[in-house]
């Protein structure tokens, strides 16, 4: 079969998602069955896998499922005990001191405190977090989606402590053959890692900066009542001295310290300085821009979670330090669990582990519940229960709060069974008896041949397919680094620059994840509309794919840039 027409076919399952929740504006739970039939029916009729790889990739599937919903879970059932404990008005009433205009809000609890939650622990955190976090201070279910959506994309190059880069690019590349052409030019592999985080950090820097922006002018152009870009824009001084509270830190971090740290000391940066500037007044807009009253809005815009004045149980105001505490527990227990070593190994190492699923090398999959945000989420909630309620009303706050999060999550499994098995076979494909490249790698090489030297431009494209395949800026890394590496190398052109581009497009790409859009959704009862967060957030992924691909082309073609192996 020509390349041509592998690639097209290792395409289709991803045409097939687009037409379904896109065009024909199914919702996800009727259309990523349809799609997983596809992908199966390629795998055993065109990449020839066995029945048994297939079965072994969906069973591996259903596990990553299991720990995708406990993250929801952990989310949803923090959201739930804080509306029962009171601290939820507590927090609405804070953002109100701080300032009541919506714009504003957004970018403190999705950009500030989102991206410091990337930083911390990826997984999909910053939205699981925020968006019900947003829903419950008033904003629209769909708007506060979307919003969650777009922290994924500057912080994910280095979020969950540098996860994508340490062991996304690290493994996704041949260590061994390209330190032995490193050596030849007096490099180490060490320098050569460093060099990509270095340009991963100023790409996303430059690219991310407008984030913020692109945030509120997309919530007043869907959301608000006179469907105005304008009144976004009208908060971009705002919005664009938050962007550079964080990319600045940021960037500086990257180039100096490491991928580990940029997304945390960014975000922690981005936080303190913006709520500083903010309730001084710096740079904020002239006129106050709020939501339309609840009653005039579309019923898509709402999800099934509410927060009721007579469902709250405290009768006084609680302090904001108490209010927020159960979150500052949270962000806490990320940043230990992720820093050091000693107590990473003690939880991670508490695991449910499946190795070589039905005797299939490669495939293997395991839960860690202390490890994952689920477990750490469902940590701050027993600390709300006991230092926000009083003592007679904590096991009704604990029932009630974890009967109504475990209604929540059952559609958002159902969707989740069908997505993240297909995005398994999607991967293991490689391993079949036609002796074929993996579908990811088909699709990739379509886009190599059809593009030669303008490669750079779509380069960070690539990387972003990977991440809406996998919902994983990790995995699409590990997929194509490599490949990116190889077609930098015959291009004569610097990899380590083609290969940040691989990095910066793949975290861009999280913004489209069909499961993590599924899951964000889960979370403030909103399954069934994906197709509708999916028309949106493309905009910001197109914008940063193709700024990206254009600094790239840049740095290549007009600067000359070069590195150790070009």
């Given at each position: 079969m020509s390349e041509?027409?592998?690639?097209?076919?290792?395409?289709?399952?991803?045409?097939?998602?687009?037409?379904?929740?896109?065009?024909?504006?199914?919702?996800?739970?009727?259309?990523?069955?349809?799609?997983?039939?596809?992908?199966?029916?390629?795998?055993?009729?065109?990449?020839?896998?066995?029945?048994?790889?297939?079965?072994?990739?969906?069973?591996?599937?259903?596990?990553?499922?299991?720990?995708?919903?406990?993250?929801?879970?952990?989310?949803?059932?923090?959201?739930?005990?804080?509306?029962?404990?009171?601290?939820?008005?507590?927090?609405?009433?804070?953002?109100?001191?701080?300032?009541?205009?919506?714009?504003?809000?957004?970018?403190?609890?999705?950009?500030?405190?989102?991206t410091f939650l990337e930083g911390a622990s990826g997984f999909g955190t910053p939205a699981a977090i925020a968006a019900p976090l947003m829903v419950a201070i008033g904003f629209p279910a769909m708007a506060a989606v979307m919003i969650g959506m777009m922290i994924q994309s500057t912080p994910v190059s280095f979020g969950a402590v540098g996860t994508p880069i340490v062991i996304g690019v690290s493994n996704g590349l041949d260590h061994a053959s390209i330190s032995t052409k490193l050596q030849e030019n007096g490099w180490a592999w060490e320098q050569f890692i460093q060099l990509i985080t270095s340009e991963v950090a100023i790409i996303h820097g430059i690219v991310g900066t407008f984030m913020p922006l692109f945030m509120i002018i997309m919530m007043t152009r869907f959301f608000g009542k006179n469907r105005s870009w304008k009144e976004g824009f009208a908060a971009a001084p705002f919005a664009i001295f938050a962007g550079i509270t964080f990319t600045l830190p940021y960037a500086l971090t990257g180039i100096f310290l490491g991928p580990e740290f940029p997304a945390l000391i960014g975000g922690l940066c981005s936080l303190f300085v913006v709520i500083f500037a903010a309730k001084r007044g710096f740079l904020l807009p002239k006129t106050t821009?709020?939501?339309?009253?609840?009653?005039?809005?579309?019923?898509?815009?709402?999800?099934?979670?509410?927060?009721?004045?007579?469902?709250?149980?405290?009768?006084?105001?609680?302090?904001?330090?108490?209010?927020?505490?159960?979150?500052?527990?949270?962000?806490?227990?990320?940043?230990?669990?992720?820093?050091f070593p000693t107590i990473k190994s003690f939880v991670a190492d508490i695991n449910v582990g499946f190795t070589d699923i039905l005797q299939q090398s490669g495939i293997s999959a395991s839960i860690a519940p202390l490890y994952l945000p689920g477990g750490l989420l469902m940590l701050g909630a027993l600390a709300a229960i006991l230092l926000q309620c009083r003592s007679g009303s904590r096991r009704r706050a604990f029932s009630t709060a974890f009967g109504e999060s475990s209604r929540t999550i059952i559609g958002a499994g159902f969707v989740l069974m069908f997505t993240i098995p297909m995005v398994r076979i999607f991967i293991n494909s490689g391993v079949n008896m036609s002796d074929i490249v993996s579908m990811p790698m088909a699709s990739a090489q379509l886009f190599?041949?059809?593009?030669?030297?303008?490669?750079?431009?779509?380069?960070?494209t690539i990387g972003a397919l990977g991440a809406f395949i996998a919902g994983s800026n990790t995995i699409s890394n590990m997929m194509f680094s490599?490949?990116?590496?190889?077609?930098?190398?015959?291009?004569?052109?610097?990899?380590?620059?083609?290969?940040?581009?691989?990095?910066?497009?793949?975290?861009?790409?999280?913004?489209?994840?069909?499961h993590n859009v599924v899951a964000a959704s889960a979370t403030v009862g909103l399954l069934g509309q994906e197709g509708a967060t999916l028309r949106k957030t493309i905009l910001p992924t197109l914008y940063y794919v193709a700024v990206a691909g254009g600094l790239v082309m840049l740095a290549l073609y007009g600067l000359n840039l070069t590195g150790p192996l070009a």
């Open positions: 041509l027409a592998l690639g097209l076919l290792a395409l289709a399952p991803i045409g097939l998602s687009a037409i379904l929740l896109l065009g024909l504006q199914w919702p996800a739970k009727k259309a990523m069955p349809a799609v997983l039939g596809l992908t199966i029916l390629l795998a055993l009729f065109v990449w020839d896998m066995t029945g048994t790889r297939v079965l072994a990739s969906i069973l591996q599937g259903l596990v990553v499922t299991v720990s995708v919903m406990w993250i929801v879970f952990g989310a949803i059932f923090l959201l739930n005990t804080l509306k029962f404990t009171g601290a939820i008005q507590s927090i609405r009433q804070g953002f109100a001191t701080i300032s009541p205009d919506r714009r504003v809000q957004a970018i403190i609890i999705a950009w500030c405190f989102g821009w709020d939501f339309e009253d609840k009653s005039t809005w579309p019923i898509d815009w709402s999800g099934k979670i509410e927060i009721k004045a007579e469902d709250v149980m405290g009768g006084k105001t609680m302090s904001q330090v108490k209010a927020w505490l159960p979150y500052l527990v949270v962000a806490a227990l990320l940043v230990i669990t992720r820093v190599a041949s059809v593009f030669g030297n303008a490669f750079p431009l779509i380069s960070p490599q490949f990116q590496y190889e077609v930098a190398m015959n291009l004569q052109l610097s990899p380590a620059i083609i290969v940040a581009a691989q990095a910066v497009g793949a975290a861009a790409g999280n913004m489209i994840a069909i």
